[in-house]
């Protein structure tokens, strides 16, 4: 939406600067999209005085011009420069357009500087219109009468002072697409006041002789009322200057009078209009539907073929009028045209904007009409229409036809001032808010508030604080902190699991990792290798083909980020994820994983030969450390009940016993890394954050260190086991001879090949462990210690079949 400075004094009594009126603009909410101010480029170019002019002693086709010109202003002395110019009408006595030194030219994008020009001094220079970007005319310097104020601005004297605003409307501002809604936000916010809009009903001399019908469907929605009438006798010239000067500033290029007229009433008043050649039409006007296949040629010379249920204006030679989108080029206005039939109308926005949308026409009445002009003010629009058409072209009107009825948008919503303060916060006087309403248009009557009938957008009590909290400036809001809705320290709003997620994911970033934020949709190859595919996880309406079934795990989104990354020139990659896995459809068939990849090497290249390639022990660790960080038992356990993804001899799982996992770990199976065409191998690990038991009591405070004054004992043990015997097994069941006194059991030594063979026997092996006994009332005795061992050794050959090695 664009407009002049000018054009809104016409409708606002104000004093208030440029400057004001654009920061109050946009704190408003109309917000300024550009503005050209003429006294910017043109400020410096003011009203000279050729003093003499005498032609150029070694050029000729110039002529040396003594110049009076008043660089500081007409208050300031003058001062006469010498003006080297090729004019032709460039003579003594001319009153013209002077440029001073340092003046930007803005037809010629040039910077005047003092200069020479074939042996002359040239300080400045006489100007064309085309200089000043006034027109394309540049045979000659602008003249001016010779009673023209010497050292004025010419901006100032031409009238050409005037700003062009051009400010972003939203969709649920109609009223702002005409000057005089944007005035009347202004003078709300108090930046002056708006002028009255008298509206003097034009006299008809004769009955219309078009008539006018709407048919009976579109009347309850699509056109609730049309009116027209018709001016005879009127001449179609060019329209005056001033009205030429503002629609050329805001981008339209001037017609006709007639046209002009209509163009101006659509950005004025947003009261989109159009003009009927009275001598064109043919019977009466009727507003049907399009039945749909006409061909209509339009103002903007398409031809249009028209669908079904299309509004449009028809006489008897057929489709006259687009309805609300565009008028017809066999009815429209030439300079021949000598009756005119004016229309206003209103239309449905809906129909409005689907019809523009299918035959993809943009114009200035579609724009407005589609998003709701004012259906009361339909018959003032076509009085000063008339108005201003008899004024400006002569003529005689016809008495006013009409057809339906004005829509009836009477509402009103409970007004409360209390409510300004509690959903927006401000502490503004009911006065205030009374006459903020009342300004901007809104009907007051005790504690009700009627909207005006140009806001279609107000529809509800919400919408009135919105209003006055705009108007007000919500620049004024004050940040207040909310307040405690209980004393003290807030209880934690985090459940248990959510703490857990996010402690997994902190410590997962802190030994490195990078996150990632995959997808919980796979494709079903890849559902399949982790164990899923099944119908139950498969989506009904997938994104795409690669996006079929929920995720039974985390590792395929993280593999396939690893194998992006690879093909990038990345090698050394370790990523993680944090998220629910889906074994099924139902809403407990979920569970939440934290999974982690690592590929490549564990570090970068140095000196000091410190880069190795990672192993399953990495990635184990970073397991246990996940663990520890959600809470779960220093003691747990571990078998190879790993799922097939895994690397049957390189991985495992860290249980409390055989039917509680809690984190898998270990190489990736090398069918899977091929699948993902991955280079190397790939170490992983995936935690199942919500089997850990929760502890029965919660605490707020670490316990107290309890330390122990009696020393340790360690004792060693070697047993002779079958070659497949696990090491686990032989620790777990040392550890369970006596829980209170045993603290550790480690593994030491393993002896094993073609010498134990010999030794031991085949398919035999022998394993030492060391066990660190704590008393903790008491020293031990060697009767105790020999106790003890004892039941390590009971426990071991019953768990393992072995022997205590001799």
């Known amino acids: 939406m664009k407009f002049t400075m000018s054009w809104l004094r016409d409708h606002l009594e104000t004093s208030a600067t440029l400057d004001e009126v654009l920061y109050a ?115 000659g310097i602008i003249e001016l009468p010779e009673d023209a104020p010497l050292g004025v601005r010419y901006i100032d004297y031409a009238g050409l002072n005037d ?102 009433f659509t950005f004025d008043l947003n009261r989109p209009l159009h003009v009927f050649d009275a001598g064109n039409v043919q019977g009466a006007l009727r507003i049907h539907p399009a039945a749909g296949g006409e061909q209509f040629l339009a103002l903007d010379d398409k ?88 004024d400006l072209c002569g003529g005689e009107a016809s008495e006013v036809v009409v057809d339906g009825t004005i829509p009836d948008t009477a509402r009103s919503y409970t007004f409360d001032p209390a409510r300004v303060g509690s959903l927006v916060g401000m502490d503004i006087p009911e006065a205030t808010q009374r006459a903020t309403l009342e300004t901007l248009g809104f009907t007051l009557q005790g504690n009700q508030a009627s909207p005006p009938s140009w806001r279609p957008d107000v529809l509800g009590a919400a919408d009135l604080v919105e209003e006055i909290a705009r108007v007000a400036s919500l620049t004024k809001l004050e940040g207040k902190p909310l307040p405690r809705p209980q004393a003290g320290v807030p209880r934690a709003i985090l ?16 030994l490195g990792y990078n996150e990632c934020v995959t997808y919980s949709f796979i494709d079903a190859d890849s559902a399949a290798l982790f164990g ?3 119908d139950a996880t498969r989506l009904q309406n997938p994104i795409s083909s690669e996006m079929t079934h929920m995720r039974p795990d985390l590792l395929p989104g993280l593999l396939q980020a690893a194998a992006r990354n690879q093909a990038r020139g990345a090698m050394d990659l370790s990523l993680f994820e944090v998220g629910p896995a889906f074994a099924g459809g139902e809403p407990g068939e979920q569970q939440v994983q934290a999974a982690a990849i690592l590929v490549g090497a564990n570090t970068g290249r140095d000196p000091h030969a410190s880069r ?82 929760q502890p029965k ?34 620790v777990n069941a040392a550890m369970g001879a006596d ?20 030794q031991l026997g085949e398919g035999r092996k022998s394993l030492a462990i060391a066990v660190r006994l704590q008393p903790g009332d008491r020293t031990l005795t060697d009767e105790d210690i020999e106790a003890v061992g004892a039941k390590i050794i009971a426990k071991v050959e019953k768990a393992t079949g072995g022997t205590l090695r001799g």
């Not at 000057?179 to 509206?199: C, E, F, H, Y």
């Not at 006194?741 to 010498?755: S, Y």
């Open 25 to 139: 603009l946009t704190d408003l909410g109309l917000e300024v999209e550009g503005v050209t101010d003429p006294a910017a480029s043109l400020g410096a170019f003011t009203i000279a005085r050729v003093i003499e002019a005498v032609q150029h002693p070694d050029a000729d086709r110039l002529r040396l011009c003594r110049v009076e010109a008043w660089p500081n202003g007409p208050d300031a002395a003058s001062e006469e420069v010498q003006v080297v110019c090729g004019a032709p009408n460039a003579r003594t006595g001319l009153v013209g357009v002077f440029a001073p030194v340092g003046t930007h030219v803005p037809g010629t994008g040039v910077d005047l500087k003092p200069g020479v020009i074939r042996g002359q001094a040239s300080n400045g220079m006489l100007c064309s219109e085309r200089e000043l970007e006034l027109s394309e005319d540049h045979d």
């Open 163 to 264: 700003p062009v605003i051009e400010i972003a409307i939203t969709p649920n501002r109609p009223d702002a697409l005409g000057v005089r809604g944007i005035a009347r936000d202004l003078a709300a916010r108090g930046l002056g006041t708006l002028k009255p809009l008298v509206v003097e009903p034009v006299a008809g001399t004769f009955p219309c002789p078009i008539g006018v019908q709407i048919s009976p469907e579109l009347k309850d929605k699509g056109c609730p009322i049309f009116a027209g009438r018709l001016v005879r006798g009127v001449t179609n010239g060019p329209s005056p200057d001033w009205l030429q000067k503002r629609l050329r500033a805001i981008g339209l290029r001037p017609i006709s009078a007639l046209v002009d007229i209509t163009n101006f």
């Open 303 to 390: 031809t249009y073929t028209l669908g079904a249920d299309q509004m449009v204006i028809s006489d008897d030679n057929g489709v006259e009028s687009l309805a609300g989108v565009m008028g017809g080029a066999a009815s429209g206005c030439s300079e021949d045209t000598v009756d005119v039939f004016i229309e206003s109308a209103y239309w449905d926005p809906i129909i409005i904007a689907a019809t523009g949308r299918a035959l993809k026409i943009n114009s200035d009445a579609r724009y407005r009409f589609e998003r709701g002009v004012d259906p009361a003010f339909t018959l003032d629009g076509l009085e000063l229409a008339t108005r201003m058409v008899m």
């Open 495 to 510: 459940t248990p699991l959510q703490t857990r997620e996010r402690a997994a994911r902190r410590m997962l970033a802190g």
């Open 532 to 534: 899923g595919g099944a």
């Open 612 to 693: 190795r390639v990672v192993d399953l022990y990495d990635a184990k660790a970073d397991a246990e450390a996940v663990l520890s960080a959600i809470g779960a038992p220093l003691k747990m356990q571990i078998n190879r009940n790993m799922p097939g993804w895994f690397h049957p001899g390189r991985a495992g799982v860290l249980s409390l016993g055989p039917k509680l996992p809690l984190a898998i770990f270990g190489e990736v199976h090398p069918r899977i890394i091929r699948h993902y065409g991955l280079k190397g191998a790939v170490m992983a690990l995936t935690v199942m954050v919500e089997n850990p038991p």
């Open 697 to 730: 009591a919660r605490k707020t405070t670490r316990g107290a260190l309890s330390g122990n004054r009696l020393q340790a004992v360690e004792r060693d043990f070697a047993f002779v086991l079958n070659a497949d015997v696990e090491a686990a097994q032989v």
């Open 739 to 758: 829980k209170a006194l045993i603290a550790d059991v480690q593994v030491f030594d393993e002896f094993t090949g073609d010498k134990a063979a010999a």
